[in-house]
């Protein structure tokens, strides 16, 4: 499985980015997809999450009402749009998969930077 993310970059505050993730390497089916972010001198931090089949979302509360994940299931992408950016939500950002039946994330990306300035 092969987990690559896109998108980041320096936004001022207030500003959108949207983050890509392509999947590959096996069926995502009934597979779980999430966003997660680590900022300098801190743990990394649940984001957002996405089931392949269904299209159930989660949010971690800092980012509900201003961050939307999505799938397109025919190109094996996740995104990650973000809006009303905050310096607050600058972090190294991963995408990570979670197999079906599993309890952990088993497999992650190599992480794109996201900089807000304020």
């Known amino acids: 499985v092969q987990l690559v993310e896109s998108g980041g970059g320096l936004v001022q505050a207030g500003g959108s980015l949207r983050l890509s993730c392509a999947a590959s390497?096996?069926?995502?089916?009934?597979?779980?997809m999430a966003w997660f972010r680590q900022a300098p001198g801190k743990e990394r931090e649940f984001v957002a999450s996405?089931?392949?089949?269904?299209?159930?979302?989660y949010y971690a509360d800092s980012v509900k009402g201003r961050f939307t994940i999505s799938r397109d299931n025919a190109v094996n992408t996740v995104y990650l749009q973000m809006n009303s950016l905050k310096p607050e939500d600058t972090a190294v950002y991963y995408c990570?998969?979670?197999?079906?039946?599993?309890?952990?994330?088993?497999?992650w990306g190599q992480g794109t930077q996201v900089t807000v300035s304020s």
């Open positions: 996405i089931r392949w089949t269904g299209g159930s979302t």
């Open positions: 390497g096996r069926t995502f089916s009934n597979d779980k």
């Open positions: 990570a998969l979670r197999v079906f039946g599993h309890y952990e994330y088993d497999y």
